[in-house]
């Protein structure tokens, strides 16, 4: 059987470069392979969507593209086909970059002999063939294991919650006195079972990341009180080890958008992490303050006194079911999904997460948040060149349960929803559907600012109700609705007034307006 021609495409301007490749195909045996020549970036584009190729020899200097941007847009054309990148002498460098960008191999113009190129794209081509292989394999390696963990960790739940209840109620003298040898016993039953319980959460997380499932509930949240609570919350296990954990936080902090009951989860997830590398009579602190980088936001710290990460492994300890490999620190690890639960938490509240560890002095966890702003919110729709004055009306929506309290899983899973449909009902995309920003008993408030007047607000308030009335979800939750808007009298703008300064007026007297739809709900709970 004959065997096909490999497609061979040469993106080259240069018209004497691409007479010598040609010519050294032509020595090949007829039928190895068909080379296909073009002179432009663009050219090579339109060729490759059309398929076929087999292998790219890619001059990293054209008319319409040079360097490192050929390889990427050659790579987003067609990133299943290998590349061997063209270079002069003095790109060598360069040259060795595109191969860090996906570049298979490189030849050097002016040195290529004619019986080593057509082995070159061979090997090119295989090796190419064995790393798509590899990739896929670990992919389903990753895939089966997700699976199955997820599996065993709902399979587990049960069990293990009944194992927890018992041994408490042994512990708590219910089913009678216990000698000191048996407390001690129990006790180390409980103490093993509270961490396979945090193995399980972890991986049910992960679970939900992976689905798409992890519940984010934005909303105006104080940084300070998640520390103090982290504080308190891992001071006796600290304590117990001999580790002073401590905190310091500038004074005061504004409020961050962001989920607290998340941003209690990242913190104790850093702060159990460095406490469980840190050795005794070790120091662990917790600080807060204004990001020098960039004053629209917070950073918190979580520093310690431990052994350190080492460099390379900064990036890497926020994969998903990392391992380090130094036996030494095995007793001391999980499952490897911490820091990764972490970072995906992080990276959804729009903030950034990383580590670095200095020379001798432990590690630094690193995490931002975005800084609450009102003013920064509603700013596009009161940007610099509109009128001077602008219509402003607050929608509100209240969202009950007949059935009275709910559990904060329940709660945040409704309000999630909630949002979901907000979001399809703003007027344009100027609209802001702000941040949680409080509830009351069993009643929760959100709020849209539109920029428009009462006949517009009306409008949306109408689509809400609407879109509410045809929900079978909302209405099987049985869930109950009102909503109504008010709208702001016309804010003009002075003349000598800066745009900043106009931004905060207005959005004083929109929080005004939320202050009292909120002290409103609180009079009438408490009658």
């Known amino acids: 059987m004959k065997d096909k021609a490999l497609q061979v495409l040469l993106v080259e301007d240069n018209a004497g470069d691409a007479r010598l490749l040609r010519e050294m195909f032509s020595k090949e045996k007829p039928g190895s392979f068909e080379l296909t020549h073009l002179l432009r970036m663009s050219e090579a584009v339109v060729h490759l969507a059309k398929g076929g190729v087999d292998i790219i020899l890619l001059d990293m200097g054209l008319p319409d593209g040079h360097g490192l941007d050929t390889v990427r847009r050659t790579h987003a054309a067609a990133p299943g086909v290998p590349l061997i990148v063209l270079t002069g002498l003095d790109?060598?460098?360069?040259?060795?970059?595109?191969?860090?960008?996906?570049?298979?191999?490189?030849?050097?113009?002016?040195?290529?002999?004619?019986?080593?190129?057509?082995?070159?794209?061979?090997?090119a081509i295989e090796r190419h063939r064995m790393q798509t292989e590899t990739d896929l394999i670990r992919t389903n390696q990753m895939q089966f294991k997700d699976e199955f963990l997820s599996h065993v960790s709902h399979e587990l739940r049960s069990p293990l919650t009944a194992i927890y209840g018992f041994v408490t109620i042994l512990l708590d003298?219910?089913?009678?006195?216990?000698?000191?040898?048996?407390?001690?016993?129990l006790e180390d039953v409980l103490r093993n079972t509270k961490q396979l319980k945090s193995m399980i959460s972890d991986l049910?997380?992960?679970?939900?990341?992976?689905e798409g499932k992890l519940l984010i509930e934005l909303r105006c949240t104080s940084v300070s009180d998640a520390i103090v609570y982290t504080v308190n919350t891992l001071q006796g296990a600290a304590t117990t080890k001999g580790i002073a954990l401590s905190s310091d936080m500038d004074s005061p902090l504004p409020l961050v958008c962001a989920d607290p009951t998340r941003l209690r989860q990242i913190l104790i997830i850093l702060a159990e992490n460095a406490i469980k590398f840190t050795p005794a009579n070790g120091v662990v602190k917790i600080q807060a303050r204004m990001f020098e980088k960039d004053p629209d936001f917070l950073v918190m710290e979580v520093s310690d006194s431990g052994c350190g990460i080492s460099p390379d492994m900064t990036e890497r300890i926020f994969e998903r079911l990392f391992q380090e490999a130094d036996p030494a620190l095995a007793g001391r690890k999980g499952l490897g999904l911490g820091l990764h639960i972490c970072k995906?938490?992080?990276?959804?509240?729009?903030?950034?997460?990383?580590?670095?560890?200095?020379?001798?002095?432990?590690?630094?966890?690193?995490?931002t948040l975005p800084i609450f702003s009102l003013s920064s919110l509603i700013a596009p729709g009161l940007r610099e060149g509109r009128r001077t004055d602008?219509?402003?009306?607050?929608?509100?929506?209240?969202?009950?349960?007949?059935?009275?309290?709910?559990s904060d899983e329940v709660r945040a899973e409704h309000s999630h929803g909630v949002r979901d449909l907000l979001r399809r009902c703003l007027h344009s995309d100027l609209d802001v559907l702000l941040p949680k920003m409080g509830f009351t008993g069993a009643a929760e408030l959100f709020f849209i600012v539109a920029f428009t007047d009462a006949i517009g607000g009306?409008?949306?308030?109408?689509?809400?109700?609407?879109?509410?009335?045809?929900?079978?979800?909302?209405?099987?939750?049985?869930?109950?609705?009102?909503?109504?808007?008010?709208?702001?009298?016309?804010?003009?703008?002075?003349?000598?007034e800066s745009t900043q300064d106009y931004l905060e007026k207005v959005a004083t007297n929109i929080q005004e307006l939320m202050n009292e739809e909120n002290s409103s709900r609180t009079v009438e709970n408490g009658k």
Do not use: C
């Not at 360069?94 to 019986?115: P, T, V, W």
């Not at 079978?472 to 003349?495: C, G, M, P, V």
């Open 91 to 123: 790109d060598e460098t360069l040259a060795a970059e595109a191969m860090k960008g996906g570049a298979q191999d490189y030849l050097i113009k002016g040195q290529i002999e004619n019986r080593a190129l057509p082995r070159v794209l061979r090997h």
């Open 173 to 185: 003298g219910l089913a009678g006195e216990l000698n000191p040898e048996q407390r001690e016993y």
């Open 204 to 210: 049910l997380e992960v679970t939900r990341v992976q």
């Open 344 to 367: 995906e938490l992080v990276i959804r509240q729009g903030g950034e997460i990383w580590a670095n560890s200095p020379p001798g002095q432990g590690a630094v966890f690193s995490v």
């Open 390 to 406: 602008r219509h402003v009306t607050l929608v509100v929506i209240e969202i009950g349960s007949r059935t009275g309290w709910l």
């Open 458 to 496: 009306e409008a949306i308030t109408k689509r809400i109700r609407e879109r509410f009335e045809d929900s079978d979800y909302f209405q099987q939750a049985d869930l109950t609705f009102s909503t109504f808007h008010r709208s702001l009298e016309s804010i003009k703008r002075n003349e000598i």
